[in-house]
């Protein structure tokens, strides 16, 4: 996979993508990760990707020609091309196991005040992360590519995604290591029983009970 990310502020990405599983997944060539400053695609003089509202109002609006030419040098006919936006339909894992059988990922990061509603005419897909306002898509288009990175195939375990929250509409079901007794809190004994049927009946009960308790939204949603 290719993921484009075009923002004005690539240096943000650079702790949280030099670590842990998406490194090992670049490094692995699993997936290649490009950042664009859309600055830099400008033909303003001064470099400008910004003005403000027509009809006033807060705020500066990113402007359509910075964005629309690095998409026009970027874009293939497998690019899927995402905005962040909070406006956007909610992020879930479904769409993330969606996403993951691309091969092209383009993410647009708005800032400021937001973008020039024209630039949705180029997007395939408007994506939020929840219903909160964040200072730009940064930070969104980190969460999505976490989300995505990790259910490629060969980047982790697939067993050990299958079984991870919202898979069939669950939660995860409660895991514990050593020791045996924690401060008097103890391991479930069937956990140590060996039976290894008991064990996944045990666990799929807890999944139900988990999801019913804390997200019975996602019972109704199935
Ligand atoms: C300060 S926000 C603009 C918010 C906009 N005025 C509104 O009320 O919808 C700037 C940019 O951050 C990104 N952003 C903010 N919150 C987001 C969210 N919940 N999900 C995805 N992107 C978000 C978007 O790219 C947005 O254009």
């Known amino acids: 996979m290719r993921i484009d990310i075009l923002t004005l502020f690539p240096e943000m990405f650079e702790g949280v993508f030099s670590k842990s599983i998406i490194k090992r997944a670049v490094d692995a060539k699993k997936v290649e990760i490009h950042f664009h400053n859309f600055r830099n695609y400008s033909t303003d ?23 629309f030419d690095c998409v026009r040098s970027l874009r293939t006919e ?12 909610v992020y879930r894992q479904k769409i993330a196991y969606d996403l993951a059988k691309e091969s092209h990922l383009i993410f647009i990061c708005g800032h400021y005040e937001g973008f020039d509603e024209r630039i949705r005419s180029i997007c395939d897909l408007e994506i939020s992360i929840g219903d909160y306002i964040l200072t730009g898509g940064e930070i969104a288009s980190m969460v999505l590519v976490d989300s995505i990175v990790r259910l490629l195939p ?3 375990d697939e067993e050990s995604h299958l079984q991870d929250s919202f898979n069939q ?14 401060e008097g809190m103890e391991v479930p004994s069937v956990l140590l029983s060996g039976d ?6 045990y666990r799929y009960q807890e999944r139900v009970k988990r999801t019913q308790d804390r997200r019975p939204d996602l019972l109704s949603n199935k």
Do not use: F, W
Request: glycine share 10%.
């Open 45 to 67: 003089s001064h470099h400008k990707v910004d003005d403000t509202p027509y009809g006033g109002g807060p705020g500066m609006v990113l402007a359509c020609q910075p964005i």
């Open 196 to 201: 290894h049927q008991k064990i996944e009946e």
């Open 169 to 182: 509409s669950l939660l995860d079901y409660p895991v514990y290591t050593t020791p045996r007794i924690y």
């Open 154 to 156: 060969g980047v982790i």
């Open 78 to 89: 497998n690019s899927k091309i995402i905005l962040l936006t909070p406006d956007g339909v």
